[in-house]
């Protein structure tokens, strides 16, 4: 049997202690504030959540489960309209019958309480029982005072928000925007009860401010909110619960336990109200956390041994923090979309509805089309999809003088196997290049081909700047063009600037050459790696000249080899890049300092090679848009720079992220880039290519339907699968003229059988 203590009453660190009590061991709770006190009015659980529920203890379950409120809509109005979709599944109940049913399961299987009464500090607990559960909250005092060793991070979003109720059940979860002369304000209600429901209120803090909504208590906080949502309230009042305007906090921990006090719920993470997980993961918390001490103290007992709780808590933060890191991604992805709904609302009705369902990346397009498929058919009609059986991203789509066949771009990928070291691209780039083309990509593009042989990043990338090499890559664009007609072939043109002179990527990446290295440039003299990497010369007038006739030279060859796009490289903390980026850019000239001079050399390279480049020929410019560092790239600058080029005659902006300097913090995650391409999309109008861990089909759909993005590009996915993009086709039973398979593989269009089928 083991001696638990719980900090905190609140669902979490209740459920945490009935389970733990139905496990045979004594546990006491201390929480300081009354029985019924609680924060908001209301509660969804997910079925996934209910089912670990119901697994776990049937009498929980059941009570929950009768007082639960279901539906199944999402009501989303946008200037005036409202559009419908269904299938989704929700239940809610009240906070305080939720407690209420915790605190009868508690005490019938003997958990002692404590209401009103501080807990004693977790280090005084941990002395005296086996295990202490810290359900604290978000203020988390556990948390604060062991932050040596928890190590948290916390993170306050860019909205004020306030927790309401009405005395009224909405019919659907929903979402309401109201455009005031102050700003953009949202609405996020849903019902938990036969006769209520939970209202939210958010807006940006700049909007909150000009309001006057700081200025203002609870009951004029909620009078004056039911006032700009009477049409929604249908002319009722919203009151409050202790209701305050506040500002969200992202909880993040590096360790979960310390000894043997374990964190729970939001004391351990935090993910946005916008996706409703707080209690959802606090109660699949106390599920796991009770699960790995039962299966701690059996194994002990098998062992006539006493229960290891360190080891118990390891395997439960083991088993939680994929599944937790996972949905504060997605929760990250909800808040930011709302903290930038401003951009969105110039978007068709349907369309804006369909970015607010999908904003997390965990509603997708094809996820949608199950749940609601007129809904889906409908947004498929207004982006254009010229009939039901051809999917977002086997829409065809227009840059100057050039038609893709459809939205998939193979990605510039460094393939690092040009011939003897000499820039020339060989029978490897033919068959890697055709092999992609013949897989039904609208467009794919070469890896970045070097403007001159200073400006290779290793002695295995190609180029551009020789007559051998310009016959080289018209072979390819004459395979390309003869046999896979209709797919585009694009050039990058790029220069590596600092991070040039190194090892091919596997023998050693950005690693600099054991022996004949060249001479490395850049807008400034500090290395990428310092005390590893060469550093570079800082560029002079001279070279600026030298650097710009290089890439027209390149340009103008290109155009001979027959390419049907150029895009220049601006991105990955190459020569260009290295402009951009303040982090890289320290020139007291008049190519350094603010964001306009960082800018001129750049665009004046872009203005020499659009100047020899076909006119009905588009060009693209790749950016990183964040350099995921402190005093980088802004987005706002990602923005303004984009703007810059799109004035100067860029047909659409390939938006990337990072690889400027090498003590980068990236954000990874599922399609983690898109973000900033969808701000530049809906901030400019341009068209961008959306980049980054976009690894399905689906994503692809996803993106183009709700305007985050107008092309595609894959990478990985086409280095395990050449033929991804038919493959995509097959899997959608798409048969148009987007992906067409080539003559002699058409027998192969079909997925083969596998085993016995």
Known sequence: ????????????????????????????????????????????????????????????????????????DI??????????????????LGRR?????????????????????????????AATYDLVVAADGVHSAT????????????????????WLAADFPFEAFRFEIAETEHGVMQLHAYPYSADASTVIVEMREEVWRAAGLDLC???????????????????????????????????????????????????????????GSGTKLAVEDALALAEAVGAETAAAAAARGAPDIPAALAAYEAARRPAVASTQRAAAASMRWFEEIAGYLGQPARQFAFNLLTRSRRVTHDNLRLRDERFTRAVERDFGCPDRHTPPMFTPFRLRGLTLRNRVVVSPMDMYSAR?????????????????????????MTEMVCVSAQGRITPGCTGLYTAEQAAAWTRIADFVHTSAPGTA???????????????????????????????????????????????????????????????????????????DLLELHCAHGYLLSGFLSPLTNHRTDAYGGDLENRLRFPLEVFDAVRAVWPEDRPMTVRLSAADWAPGGTTPQDAVDIAAAFAAHGADAIDVSTGQVVADEKPEYGRSYQTPYADRIRNALGVPVIAVGAISSWDDVNSLLLAGRADLCAVGRPHLYDPHWTLHAAADQSYEGPAAPWPAPYRAGSRKPPTGRG
Not at 425 to 435: C, I, K, R, T, W
């Open 420 to 444: 003897d070291g000499n820039g020339t691209p060989g029978d490897f780039h033919l068959v890697h290049l055709g092999a992609r083309a013949l897989g039904g990509a609208g467009l794919v």
């Open 143 to 162: 948390r604060e005072d062991g932050a040596a060793h928890f190590r948290p991070t916390v993170t306050g979003g860019r909205c004020r928000y306030i």
């Open 217 to 275: 208590d609870e009951a004029e906080s909620a009078a004056r909110c039911a006032k700009i949502f009477s049409e929604a309230l249908r002319g009722r009042p919203l009151h409050g619960n202790r209701s305050a305007w506040t500002q969200f906090r992202t909880v993040v921990n590096e360790r979960w336990s310390h000894g043997n006090t374990a964190l729970l719920g939001d004391a351990a993470h935090t993910a946005h109200f916008s996706i």
């Open 1 to 72: 049997m083991v001696r638990v203590a719980v900090i905190g009453g609140g669902p979490g660190g209740l459920y945490a202690a009935a389970l733990l009590a139905r496990q045979g061991h004594t546990v006491e709770v201390w929480e300081r504030g009354e029985p019924e006190d609680t924060f908001g009015f209301g509660v969804v659980l997910s079925d996934e959540t209910l089912g670990g529920i119901e697994r776990a203890d049937t009498e929980v379950y059941a009570a929950l489960s009768a007082e639960f409120v279901r539906w199944e």
């Open 489 to 563: 072939l694009g050039v990058q043109l790029g220069h590596a600037g600092r991070k040039g002179s190194t090892r091919l990527m596997w023998e050693g990446m950005d690693d600099p050459l054991p022996k004949g290295n060249w001479p490395v440039v850049a807008a400034s003299a500090l290395p990428y790696r310092p005390g590893v990497s060469a550093v570079p010369r800082a560029l002079t007038e001279a070279d600026l000249a030298q650097v710009r006739s290089d890439f027209a030279a390149a340009a103008a060859r290109a155009a001979d080899c027959g390419f």
């Open 97 to 125: 019958r939720l407690l209420e049913i915790l605190h009868e399961r508690c005490a019938g299987l003997g958990v002692v309480l404590h209401f009103r009464t501080p807990a004693p500090p977790a280090q005084a607990l």
């Open 75 to 92: 009501d989303i109005v946008h200037r005036g309209r409202m559009l419908t979709s269904g299938g989704h599944g929700f239940a809610a």
